[in-house]
């Protein structure tokens, strides 16, 4: 019902890509999300910042910049001392990448412990022959350089979701290699199936992606989200 509302917001609006509201949606899907807010004033990302315990990540928040890192939209590790600075630096950087850019605020974010867990990738594209199909990977940066991705045709059962999880090349990373932890891998699996209901559920989504879904030992956090509605 929540998700219905946000997606008809956006149709209202006329805009093909959702911003703001795609947290929104993973959440009413019980996606768990980083907590934080998403702001249009330094003030503001403060405030953001100070509810939040420990450094913040700071992003570029605008329908006209896909890839933020590219264009040094993204901040990690950013104190609170250093908010201000940042939130105007960030805003400076789009501009002076696309001076027309329609630029709707910073996000400012809970920072996930990248050490102790792997970023993955859950996408839906939608196939003009088999439909919405499911991906999953290892994500991050560099998705499309590794290209370490498997597919399903949603809805995904649990075992095709956890079959997913075991066919990527990177699946001993996931298992626990070199010393370190497992991750959960019944949160992942869970994503991936609670994903590809709301794909079901709502065919104006055309393509959406989470990347990266950080998956930790103990849950697992979507940190970006990018979807393109009809
Ligand atoms: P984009 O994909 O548009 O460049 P992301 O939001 O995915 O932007 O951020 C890029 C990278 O920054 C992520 O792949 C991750 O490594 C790191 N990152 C982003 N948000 C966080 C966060 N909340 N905590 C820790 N690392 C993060
Ligand atoms: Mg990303």
Same mark, same amino acid.
């Given at each position: 019902?929540?998700?219905?509302?946000?997606?008809? =917001?956006?149709?209202?609006?006329?805009?093909?890509?959702?911003?703001?509201?795609?947290?929104?949606?993973?959440?009413?899907?019980?996606?768990?999300?980083? =907590? @934080?807010?998403?702001?249009?004033?330094? &003030?503001?990302?403060?405030?953001? &910042?100070?509810?939040?315990?420990?450094?913040?990540?700071?992003?570029?928040? $605008?329908?006209?910049?896909?890839?933020?890192?590219?264009?040094?939209?993204?901040?990690?590790?950013?104190?609170?001392?250093?908010?201000?600075?940042?939130?105007?630096?960030?805003? =400076?950087?789009?501009?002076?990448?696309?001076?027309?850019?329609?630029?709707?605020?910073?996000?400012?974010?809970?920072?996930?412990?990248?050490?102790?867990?792997?970023?993955?990738?859950?996408?839906?594209?939608?196939?003009?022959?088999? @439909?919405?199909?499911?991906?999953?990977?290892?994500? @991050?940066?560099?998705?499309?350089? *590794?290209?370490?991705?498997?597919?399903?045709? &949603?809805?995904? $059962?649990?075992?095709?979701?956890?079959?997913?999880?075991?066919?990527?090349?990177?699946?001993?990373? *996931?298992?626990?290699?070199?010393?370190?932890?497992?991750?959960?891998?019944?949160?992942?699996?869970?994503?991936?199936?609670?994903?590809?209901?709301?794909?079901?559920?709502?065919? &104006?989504?055309?393509?959406?992606?989470?990347?990266?879904?950080?998956?930790?030992?103990?849950?697992?956090?979507?940190?970006?989200?990018?979807?393109?509605?009809?």
């Amino acid at each position: 019902e929540r998700a219905r509302d946000i997606l008809e =917001t956006v149709k209202e609006r006329d805009e093909t890509r959702l911003g703001v509201e795609a947290m929104e949606l993973l959440d009413a899907y019980g996606i768990e999300t980083p =907590t @934080g807010d998403i702001v249009d004033d330094p &003030a503001d990302a403060l405030d953001v &910042a100070e509810r939040i315990d420990g450094d913040v990540v700071m992003k570029i928040v $605008s329908p006209d910049i896909l890839h933020k890192s590219d264009i040094g939209g993204v901040k990690v590790g950013v104190e609170n001392e250093e908010v201000y600075d940042a939130y105007e630096d960030l805003i =400076t950087r789009a501009k002076n990448y696309q001076p027309d850019a329609n630029i709707l605020g910073v996000q400012v974010q809970e920072m996930v412990n990248l050490d102790d867990g792997v970023e993955t990738i859950v996408g839906m594209n939608r196939d003009p022959q088999f @439909g919405p199909l499911m991906m999953f990977g290892l994500g @991050g940066i560099f998705v499309e350089i *590794l290209e370490d991705t498997t597919f399903r045709v &949603a809805p995904v $059962s649990e075992a095709e979701a956890e079959d997913m999880t075991k066919e990527i090349d990177a699946a001993p990373m *996931l298992r626990g290699a070199r010393g370190n932890d497992p991750v959960d891998i019944g949160g992942i699996t869970e994503t991936i199936q609670r994903l590809s209901q709301l794909v079901t559920d709502f065919p &104006a989504i055309l393509e959406l992606d989470i990347n990266p879904l950080v998956a930790l030992p103990d849950g697992v956090k979507a940190v970006d989200v990018r979807l393109t509605v009809d």
